[in-house]
């Protein structure tokens, strides 16, 4: 399989191995396979039948050539991969109400789905880079759940050509999350605080990852949701999922293409919501698509009017930290998918986007909203919800999840029958993205002190209660200049982030 660009002709094409590599193809776009391969009802039949592991591992042949990585390989970097999952079954696909579903994408090592998409991109960053005998220092900014789950890969890796350096801004992610990136004591990972807003050090890494020989023979690359390895790993459990709930449901295989699976995705840059809609442009049989995001609201904006701006204001801090978002990056991907991979027309509208315009969809506004749609969820009615799911259904959701939970109460998901079986009620999928356990402070404000406790006692994975006795290292902060402008710091930012990777060995 090849990769193309969202904004070039598809005579040019690109390797695996560089799509991952680079992150932005040279044109500024965004890396896609130049086929999507094609599921019938045979396949996933047979498909029914695999563990989570066996049923990744197939998915991911179908993208990436045996010419380029050898099946045998393929094997062996998703079984690393996924080691350290908490659970066998990896996602528990469990019924809630009604056709609402819960899959649950966080048992994994850092408690986020985001382990799913990262551990297998960094994997196979790992064997390019032992492949090539070449040092590749990942860089990341994050806001929440990027980081821990990055490092904790890089980590478990175990390869000595990969090192990391992750920025997270001062006081703005959760404690639990800080304390998983300063309890890891490794000389490949770098932990630094810098004083500023959840994106300001991505235009500095983005100019970093743009410039070229940094370092002498070192490769700089970026993990954020821009690579396309993210999206494409995030298929599969899209995949489980509509699996699980088809036999939960109990659907015969004898005429499966009529069961139709809506999913409900909290999303920031969108690069869960691709990877489902990747599944489904495969011939998985989902239907329509729903964004559930917080108040800094550009996807409800795009979902809702056509209309594409990067927000101007400032990111607004809320209880769902991990989806604040001013541009969704695979928003590129997905009106690629949309207008059957315009390239010229995507060309334009990020022309214009790139450089602080904005665009309108116009007539493709229709074609999105028969497929997506979106709610903007307050903290407020976030709060309501979880206590609601809380009461009704004994489950405590994290923040993100509970977002998707007011987007499936705002749709009509949970009207109808409270028996999970009952063939009327319209099934949908809400993945959950997160565990509360990383959220202290948003389940408090929801649920209250007590229920924190209690849930504390009685179903916090161990894993995270090693996590939180473990001593933290105080990490390497980012000086801001007294008055300096954001720009000025973002520049001293710039600096002082290649001299630390310079000096990683
Ligand atoms: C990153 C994240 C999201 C958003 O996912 P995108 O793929 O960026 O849309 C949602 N929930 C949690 C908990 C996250 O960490």
Not at 362 to 385: M, Y
């Amino acid at each position: 399989m090849k990769f193309i660009s969202t904004r070039s002709s598809s005579e040019v094409s690109f390797t695996f191995e560089d799509a991952i590599l680079q992150g932005y193809a040279p044109d500024g776009g965004l890396f896609v396979p130049a086929t999507i391969p094609q599921i019938n009802s045979e396949t996933l039949e047979r498909w029914s039948g695999l563990s989570f592991t066996n049923l990744a591992c197939e998915i991911l042949k179908l993208f990436v050539g045996e010419d380029e990585v050898p099946h045998e390989d393929i094997d062996r970097i998703c079984s690393k991969a996924y080691r350290g999952f908490q659970r066998d079954d990896m996602v528990p696909v469990l019924p809630l109400a009604g056709g609402v579903f819960v899959a649950e994408l966080f048992h994994g090592p850092t408690f986020c789905f985001k382990d799913f998409g990262l551990r297998i991109v960094i994997n196979f960053m790992a064997y390019f880079a032992e492949k090539r005998r070449q040092r590749i220092t990942l860089l990341v900014a994050t806001t929440g759940d990027t980081g821990p789950a990055a490092v904790k890969a890089v980590e478990d890796s175990g390869s000595k050509f990969l090192s990391i350096v992750v920025h997270y801004p001062h006081g703005q992610i959760s404690d639990f999350q800080r304390k998983q990136l300063t309890t890891v004591n490794s000389q490949q990972v770098k932990i630094v605080e810098f004083e500023g807003g959840g994106d300001d050090m991505d235009g500095p890494i983005k100019n970093i990852l743009g410039s070229k020989g940094l370092g002498g023979d070192r490769l700089v690359c970026g993990v954020n949701s821009f690579n396309i390895g993210r999206p494409l790993a995030q298929i599969p459990y899209f995949v489980w999922t509509y699996l699980r709930v088809f036999e939960l449901r109990g659907i015969s295989w004898t005429d499966p293409t009529k069961f139709v699976l809506d999913a409900i995705v909290p999303t920031g840059a969108m690069g869960n919501l691709t990877g489902g809609y990747m599944a489904k442009k495969m011939g998985i049989p989902f239907g329509t698509f729903t964004a559930g995001v917080n108040i800094n609201d550009i996807t409800n904006t795009v979902f809702k009017t056509g209309s594409i701006k990067k927000s101007s204001s400032a990111m607004k801090r809320t209880l769902s930290e991990a989806i604040n978002i001013q541009l969704p990056y695979n928003l590129e991907r997905l009106l690629f998918y949309l207008t059957d991979g315009q390239h010229k027309l995507i060309k334009k509208w990020y022309h214009s986007l790139d450089n602080g315009g904005e665009t309108e969809l116009g007539s493709w506004l229709e074609v999105l909203q028969k497929e997506f749609q979106s709610a903007r969820v307050t903290d407020d009615q976030l709060c309501v919800t979880l206590q609601h799911f809380h009461n009704h259904f004994g489950y405590i959701a994290d923040p993100h999840t509970g977002v998707a939970f007011a987007a499936a109460q705002e749709f009509g998901y949970f009207a109808g029958s409270s028996d999970t079986s009952d063939a009327s009620s319209k099934p949908v999928a809400v993945m959950g993205t997160a565990s509360p356990c990383k959220f202290q402070h948003a389940v408090t404000v929801a649920l209250g002190e007590a229920k924190w406790e209690e849930y504390k006692q009685a179903s916090f994975p161990k894993l995270g209660l090693e996590v939180l006795s473990m001593p933290e290292i105080p990490p390497i902060h980012y000086d801001i200049k007294p008055g300096g402008s954001l720009e000025e710091n973002q520049s001293l930012w710039e600096d002082s982030c290649v001299k630390l990777i310079e000096s990683i060995l």
